[in-house]
């Protein structure tokens, strides 16, 4: 899973319908988790953009990489990303 989304980088390159991935999810507590998001060209270019991310976890929901991009779509900076 990931996300589709238009970005421009803090050096003013616009990357159309660039990859965004989910990585390196940790539990921080029982409630909340980590995880970094890295913005690619497309799959299996090297990352253009690398941010990291915390959110609540609930245990009895998805799995943690899901709760994490649920989480994503709820930002307003992803509020018009699709899923790819």
């Not at 921080?28 to 609540?56: H, L, M, Q, W």
Request: glycine letters at 4%; charged letters at 20%.
């Amino acid at each position: 899973m990931a996300l589709q989304k238009t970005t421009t980088t803090s050096q003013g390159f616009i990357a159309t319908d660039a990859y965004h991935r989910v990585e390196g999810v940790t539990l921080a507590s029982k409630t909340s988790i980590n995880f970094r998001v890295r913005a690619y060209k497309e799959p299996g270019c090297e990352a253009f953009s690398d941010a990291g991310f915390a959110c609540v976890y609930d245990i009895s929901d998805a799995n943690p990489f899901a709760q994490a991009y649920q989480f994503l779509k709820s930002l307003s900076e992803f509020a018009d990303a699709v899923d790819c």
